[in-house]
């Protein structure tokens, strides 16, 4: 998936004029209309690259700074699994495959195949297993 680049202003403008829009910003209020107008057509593109460009003349200002950051291109972030990783989640895979007829209906927390709590709520299994990071839990179906 390509992320959608901020184009140049003086570059910008150009489209700006032939879509209807205003190629001159005197205020915040000014970005604030044009960001508003964008949506009320169903876009996404000019309000975008109106508030980035906002952004960067006000940025102190409270919804300037908040449209902005609304708008901005999505971030994506992937975290490689480790090989200890990947046998946790195997290991947990094959004690669900050997278990999961005496656990339907409830809640498990396993790690590294090892089942640490069992539960009839997510929130029952919280309050016995404490921090979820790191482990993996489900309800048995």
């Not at 910008?12 to 057509?41: C, H, M, Q, W």
């Not at 690259?49 to 950051?69: G, M």
């Not at 946790?88 to 005496?102: G, H, P, T, V």
Request: glycine share 4%.
């Amino acid at each position: 998936m390509k992320t959608e680049e901020i184009t140049p202003w003086e570059q910008f403008k150009v489209e700006l004029a032939a879509r209807g829009f205003p190629t001159t910003y005197n205020s915040p209020k000014d970005f604030i209309t044009a960001i508003k107008s964008d949506f009320e057509r169903g876009g996404l593109h000019i309000a975008r690259q109106l508030a980035f460009r906002a952004v960067e003349l006000y940025p102190e200002h409270e919804q300037i700074k908040y449209y902005a950051h609304v708008l901005a291109p999505p971030k994506v972030t992937v975290s490689p699994s480790s090989p200890e990783r990947r046998q946790s989640i195997l290991a947990d895979r094959e004690w669900m495959d050997k278990n999961r007829f005496k656990y339907i209906g409830r809640w498990v927390a396993l790690r590294n195949g090892e089942l640490l709590a069992d539960a009839a709520s997510l929130d029952e299994l919280a309050a016995q297993v404490g921090d979820l990071k790191g482990i993996f839990f489900t309800v048995i179906y």
